[in-house]
């Protein structure tokens, strides 16, 4: 992916800002120059659940990626760099902090990023507005404002479950009576009642006689049989989550000769 230029960077102005892995960060509000190179500098992307977080990304080695401005940084190190306030220029300070962060080299020589005079202009139309009328006299108070947090929820995949079955094998054990026939000899006295067969037969002779014998013998049979249905279902689990946040707020100090009670 080639290097995106200048005229082309300036129309991403609105648009999603992505990591060097193509993960969103936010919307990119405006768009800070070199004051030396007037080339595209820093984005100003608005991140966090709202929005309402406002991190300075650097554009060295930006890339266009489907139509998306991807910067060649990964998501945790922009979500770490330093919080500056973003009215309308950095100071030498400022971008050096950021520099350091970024693991980019920064030279004292380098003079302030801006906004080009289009979004310098907007800007301080939208944000600045109570500090001008401060200053041309047309009105006395000073606004004091404070960052409110606003607490949401996204949804994300926290994992997977997946049913499947297997065959495994367990040895079975049962209990079966068999029967078998076992020889028993009996002998039986000649009698007037059995004296008739006795002497059917020569006086002496060789003679013999089988006897077949049986035995049970255990058979075993196996069958598929079902026995219960079985299947993954969701429960939604409400607990509550604590989220803790830094907040700004403007506080108001009066110098001068100013009576103690009226401060």
Request: proline share 4%.
């Amino acid at each position: 992916m080639a290097t995106v230029q200048k005229e082309r960077l300036l129309q991403f102005r609105g648009q999603d800002l992505c990591d060097r892995d193509g993960d969103k960060l936010g919307t990119i509000d405006e768009i800070y120059l070199d004051a030396e190179t007037n080339e595209p500098e820093w984005a100003l992307v608005n991140t966090g659940l709202f929005g309402t977080k406002s991190t300075f990304v650097p554009l060295r080695d930006a890339t266009e990626a489907d139509g998306k401005l991807r910067v060649a940084f990964d998501k945790q190190t922009i979500k770490d760099a330093p919080k500056v306030d973003p009215n309308g220029q950095l100071s030498q300070r400022e971008e050096a902090e950021l520099y350091r962060h970024y693991g980019m080299g920064y030279s004292e020589a380098r003079s302030d990023a801006e906004l080009p005079e289009s979004g310098a202009d907007r800007r301080f139309d939208r944000e600045d507005a109570d500090r001008e009328r401060s200053r041309t006299g047309t009105d006395q108070a000073m606004t004091r404002s404070e960052e409110e947090l606003r607490v949401g929820t996204t949804e994300r995949e926290t994992g997977r479950a997946r049913l499947r079955k297997y065959v495994v094998t367990d040895e079975v054990e049962q209990t079966v009576p068999v029967q078998r026939e076992e020889v028993r000899l009996e002998r039986e006295p000649i009698s007037d009642g059995n004296r008739d067969a006795a002497m059917s037969g020569p006086d002496l002779s060789e003679a013999k006689h089988d006897v077949m014998l049986h035995a049970e013998e255990p058979v075993a049979e196996k069958r598929v049989v079902p026995k219960e249905r079985v299947r993954l279902d969701k429960d939604a689990v409400t607990e509550e989550r604590t989220v803790s946040e830094q907040v700004r707020r403007e506080e108001l100090d009066v110098e001068g000769d100013v009576d103690r009670e009226d401060r």
